[in-house]
């Protein structure tokens, strides 16, 4: 009986830390931030990593009015292989730096989100055991 009050209390503490890194996994990153009242970082990350992920869809978007534009021209065949190559095509200069730093942004900013989400609920698991 004391075993599985025991048992039964400590899946319940360890339910914010768990509940909160899912959270800002399957949804968005520092939406478990926001679930464990922590706004302010929440905000942050999730800035971060959204503006990451949106300047790489606005990119994508250019990149697919360019190579539309070409086709509608007639500049470029409607030939599927050929339109992939050009879309796949890794960017040039100062925009390739800035996709590279996009993506980068985007990936730490889920995972820092994931993470930190799951320390921080935790320590509040823990403090509440207390």
Same mark, same amino acid.
């Given at each position: 009986m004391i075993a599985t009050c025991i048992s039964s209390n400590e899946e319940s503490h360890m339910n914010k830390a768990i509940t909160a890194a899912l959270i800002s996994a399957l949804v968005c990153p520092g939406t478990g931030h926001f679930y464990l009242k922590k706004y302010n970082i929440g905000t942050l990350i999730s800035a971060v990593s959204l503006g990451g992920? #949106?300047? +790489? +869809? /606005? @990119?994508? #978007?250019?990149? $697919?009015?360019?190579? &539309? *534009?070409q086709i509608l021209s007639g500049a470029v065949p409607l030939d599927?292989?050929?339109?992939?190559?050009?879309?796949?095509? @890794?960017p040039s200069g *100062? !925009?390739?730096? /800035? #996709? &590279?730093i996009a993506t980068w942004a985007f990936i730490i900013?889920? +995972? #820092?989100?994931?993470?930190? $989400? /799951?320390?921080?609920?935790? $320590?509040?698991? !823990?403090a509440d055991e207390l």
């Amino acid at each position: 009986m004391i075993a599985t009050c025991i048992s039964s209390n400590e899946e319940s503490h360890m339910n914010k830390a768990i509940t909160a890194a899912l959270i800002s996994a399957l949804v968005c990153p520092g939406t478990g931030h926001f679930y464990l009242k922590k706004y302010n970082i929440g905000t942050l990350i999730s800035a971060v990593s959204l503006g990451g992920l #949106v300047y +790489l +869809l /606005y @990119q994508a #978007v250019e990149r $697919a009015q360019e190579i &539309s *534009a070409q086709i509608l021209s007639g500049a470029v065949p409607l030939d599927f292989n050929l339109i992939y190559q050009m879309f796949t095509e @890794q960017p040039s200069g *100062a !925009k390739a730096v /800035y #996709v &590279s730093i996009a993506t980068w942004a985007f990936i730490i900013g889920w +995972l #820092v989100g994931v993470i930190d $989400a /799951y320390r921080l609920g935790h $320590a509040l698991d !823990k403090a509440d055991e207390l």
